[in-house]
């Protein structure tokens, strides 16, 4: 993304913008050189610059850059304002448009072919406003997983994303990779070696799964609203996280004293009690615990105790 990409300019704006700034005054000449284009396209581009407030002309044939502070802050409420009243349009036409049994009547719609399906999981995704619960398994659209690109800008504004891999999802080093990506980048990562049931969940408030999961077709799916069954895929999908194992940091990363401390905190000891066992204090306990709860993925102490049996660290 360049800067100005999201107030809907292009990169030819974006550049005579920046070398201007630069350069404070300069002419179309000037502009040309320094960009690497011709006179009569800078000139051409100098123009949509100045109709969006972004550049004054000083002079017969010298422009200069407007303050960024004032001129881009300017076109970021302006951006806001018209994407607001874009979304009332949106909503005033969802309104008016005739409504199928398919289409928002029932709890269940039928998501039929490729480009439906791929649809859907998209709208899933970027409606989601707070998390995103995913079992990442076959059947999978063309036969292979995919990287699951939108999932990095959704992490990147804020989203939640929890993961449930089944094998057949990290079966190649670009499927590692990208795994690894998304959890650098916040996503909770789990894996699952057998009985992985797809399905991705937006909110608690929207599901796609198979229509089947003894005869899977990846081009039918299901999206369900909210009602009884959509309780019981949320349901489904944390019984397959609770029994999946965390991908955290490597054994490796594991010192004999956070063994120890391990050991002593599943033995059901306090706290204080460890701390005095070890020599340390009890801030050192409880902020080393933290630590380890975040590598285990754990959400309690004694989970923690049972993923860290499980990996091998006890």
């Known amino acids: 993304m360049f ?33 690497g284009g011709s006179g009569p396209a ?10 969006t407030g972004l550049v004054n002309r000083v002079g017969p044939a010298e422009y ?24 009332e349009r949106i909503d005033d036409l969802a309104r008016l448009r005739p409504r199928g049994p398919a289409d928002g009547g029932g709890c269940v719609e039928l998501l039929d072919g490729d480009d439906a399906v791929l649809t859907g999981i998209s709208r899933l995704q970027f409606a989601a406003k707070s998390e995103v619960l995913v079992v990442d398994a076959p059947p999978y659209l063309g036969g292979a ?3 699951n ?31 690894r990506r998304c959890a650098e980048a916040g996503e909770q990562a ?8 797809k399905m991705a969940i937006a909110d608690r408030s929207m599901a796609i799964l198979p229509c089947s999961y003894s005869h899977p077709d990846p081009s039918r799916r299901w999206l369900v609203r909210p009602s009884a069954l959509l309780d019981a895929v949320v349901a489904c999908f944390e019984s397959q996280w609770a029994r999946a194992v965390p991908i955290s940091a490597p054994a490796a990363e ?8 391990l050991a002593l905190l599943s033995s059901g000891m306090k706290d204080r009690t460890i701390a005095r066992a070890m020599g340390i204090t009890d801030r050192t306990v409880g902020r080393r615990v933290t630590e ?12 923690a105790g049972v993923l860290a049996a499980r990996r091998g660290w006890l």
């Open 3 to 35: 800067l100005l990409e999201p107030v809907g300019l292009g990169r030819a704006e974006n550049d005579v913008y920046l070398a201007l700034l630069d350069a404070h005054r300069a002419t179309v000449d000037e502009l040309a050189a320094r960009v």
């Open 42 to 51: 800078v000139l051409a581009t100098l123009a949509r610059l100045s109709a």
């Open 64 to 87: 200069m850059a407007v303050s960024p502070e004032v001129s881009v802050a300017a076109l970021v409420r302006r951006r806001k304002s018209d994407l607001a009243r874009l979304q």
């Open 145 to 147: 997983c995919s990287p």
């Open 149 to 179: 690109i939108a999932e990095l800008a959704q992490l990147a504004s804020g989203i939640r994303y929890r993961v449930v891999y089944a094998p057949e999802a990290l079966a190649t080093a670009e499927d590692a990779d990208h795994m």
């Open 190 to 197: 789990r894996v699952l070696a057998d009985g992985a049931m």
């Open 254 to 261: 594991v010192s004999d004293r956070d063994r120890e401390l």
């Open 292 to 303: 380890l709860m975040r590598l285990l993925g754990a959400e309690t102490r004694f989970q």
